[in-house]
T-cell receptor
């Protein structure tokens, strides 16, 4: 059981370049999230998805886009990279049940992507 | 104001000491999570709890829903416990999480 697989682990971009961070989970989780982690700050939500075909903005969505064409995949697209997007990015997933919170799963994280924009 | 506050921010302990990390939150929650992140590493879930107390090996997590407070205890600390411990809450109104800024723990042999 692979859990949440996130690629790449490291990437250096030049200002203005674009890239896609890949995220796949094999736990049939309905919820998927993208966070960024900056030094001294808590994880900040970029985008999230409650299921295939449904995405919504989080706290810091500017400069990013997502799609959720399948339950398993939730890629994060950076268009026109800027130095402010230098960060560590984490994909996460969880199962949330409408039958009660006791059926919810823990949050599972990918191993992170360290992105530097220069 | 952060929805989740952790204390202390940094903690250094001698091997064998009993350690407590505290978490306070301000929103209604369906669950609270304790996470562990090793330097340069990924984030793993240690506990998910909505009431009472849970224990896993030398780690114990407690929560007081009325006081909106949780604690993570580590008994007989070991250098391999050195990591950042993050408190996260699942907001009851929406299935989103709020995170504390983490407690950086260093256990000295």
């Amino acid at each position: 059981n692979a859990g949440v697989t996130q690629t790449p682990k490291f990437r250096i971009l030049k200002i203005g370049q674009s890239m896609t961070l890949q995220c796949t989970q094999d736990m049939n989780h309905n919820y998927m999230y993208w966070y960024r982690q900056d030094p001294g700050m808590g994880l900040k939500l970029i985008y999230y998805s409650v299921g295939a075909g449904i995405t919504d903005k989080g706290e810091v969505p500017n400069g990013y886009n997502v799609s959720r064409s399948t339950t398993e995949d939730f890629p994060l697209r950076l268009e026109l990279a800027a130095p402010s997007q230098t960060s560590v990015y984490f994909c996460a997933s969880s199962y949330s049940s409408d039958r009660g919170p006791w059926r919810n799963s823990p949050l599972h994280f990918g191993n992170g992507t360290r992105l530097t924009v220069t | 104001k952060n929805e989740v506050e952790q204390s202390p921010q940094n903690l250094t302990a001698q091997e064998g000491e009993f350690i407590t990390i505290n978490c306070s939150y301000s929103v209604g929650i369906s669950a609270l999570h304790w996470l562990q992140q090793h330097p340069g590493g990924g984030i793993v879930s240690l506990f998910m709890l909505s009431s009472g107390k849970k224990k896993h090996g030398r780690l114990i997590a407690t929560i007081n829903i009325q006081e909106k407070h949780s604690s993570l205890h580590i008994t007989a600390s070991h250098p391999r416990d050195s990591a950042v411990y993050i408190c996260a809450v699942r907001w009851s109104l929406r299935n989103q999480f709020y995170f504390g800024t983490g407690t950086s723990l260093t256990v000295i042999p």
